[in-house]
Structure formats: C-alpha cells, structure tokens
C-alpha cells in the first residue's frame, strides 16, 4: 500500500502480514534517502541531502545513491560530509512524515568512523 508524504514523495506502508525479507516482500516499508536523512536530523532538509548525493558524498553497499533511490531496513549508509565520516545503519524505516528526535535511535544506529 502506498501512502503519499508530501510533493513527489511517497512511502510503501508495511502491511499487516508482513514478510520475511524486506528487499524481496512487498508491502514492507521503503523510503527516499534525501526524506530519510532529513527525518533522522543529518541534514536539515531534504534539498541539502539532495546536495550530498549529487555531491557523491553517500553510498551503499559501495555504490553512489541518488536522491530518489529507496532505502531498505538493514542498509548501511556511508557519508562523507565536510567536517567527518559517518556509518548509518538503518534498523527500521519510519512509518510517517515526522519523527521525534527522542525516537530517531529506534530507526538508526549512527557511527562517526572519523573526524577532522
């Protein structure tokens, strides 16, 4: 089922019976990264996270995202923003438009890899 977040946004809900992997079951959530970085606070909006990924600055699994690719739990995000290195491990993907910032570490895990 697909539910529809604001202008050129939409996100898959998860749907009641669930699935066994998210990659492959259908119905299980999938979200924008530009809308997922902004949602967990990495960026403060979606038009910086886009800047990033044109920037070649995030990868998964070693390839380069754009800002519409679709993020699945369990993926790993590198990014390489201008003051230090981060590893984002995505443990679920949120269900609505907004999340409390007391809520962002039950949708992530975040690693600062290094600093400068």
Known sequence: MWSWVSASTWIRIKKADGGANAK????????????????MGITKTRMAAKRLCDGQKILVRGKLLRPSSEIFESDILDLFLPQKELRLKILEV?????????????YMALEIVREW
Do not use: F
Request: aromatic share 6%; charged share 30%; proline share 10%.
């Open 94 to 106: 949120p269900p609505g438009k907004s999340v409390a910032k007391r809520d962002r570490s039950r």
């Open 24 to 39: 492959t079951s259908p119905g299980w959530g999938l979200l924008r990264v530009d809308l997922y970085l902004k949602l």
